[in-house]
């Protein structure tokens, strides 16, 4: 089933994200994850505020980040937020950070989610919101094809 393509997330370096040598500090691009993740579930119609009036919380399970370059005040980058892996209990979501003028990788890493009830319950969304399971499912099922088909 093919899905709509999701435009990445933009996001300009502001001057509170640096250091003192004008470098982005390794702990925003952890934050740009969260922004482009937001931004993507909002794209697809199910972001957290419709998520949580469901009573479905979605706390990050894990984290990871692996640097490639040096990302500055000024700058702009591209933040693309795909769907690796889904089972209707856990999410994961891969990132990579593009420098919007020169296209150059500046950071990947993914996160990991489950989803809970506010008593803190694991919640199926195959069972507690099916259009939504199947969208998040269709997403992981396109990238996993868009993968075999470069190999």
């Not at 933009?10 to 040598?21: P, S």
């Not at 370059?69 to 209707?88: C, H, P, Q, Y």
């Not at 891969?94 to 003028?101: N, T």
Request: contains cysteine; hydrophobic residues 30%; negative net charge.
């Amino acid at each position: 089933m093919s899905k709509k393509v999701i435009e990445p997330y933009m996001h300009k370096v502001q001057y509170y994200e640096t250091d003192q040598m004008a470098i982005v500090h390794h702990s925003n691009y952890i934050r740009w994850f969260e922004e482009a993740r937001v931004d993507f579930l909002d794209k697809i119609g199910y972001g957290y505020k419709a998520m949580e009036e469901q009573g479905i919380i979605s706390p990050v399970t894990g984290v990871s980040c692996e640097y490639k370059s040096m990302t500055r005040f000024g700058d702009t980058v591209r933040i693309a937020a795909k769907v690796l892996e889904f089972n209707g209990i856990r999410l994961r979501i891969g990132y990579q950070i593009y420098d919007a003028a020169t296209n150059e990788l500046r950071s990947q890493g993914e996160s990991q989610h489950c989803f809970i009830n506010p008593e803190g319950k694991i919640v199926s969304v195959k069972r507690a919101n099916p259009e939504f399971y199947n969208c998040l499912k269709g997403y992981a099922e396109n990238n996993e094809n868009n993968e075999t088909e470069k190999e």
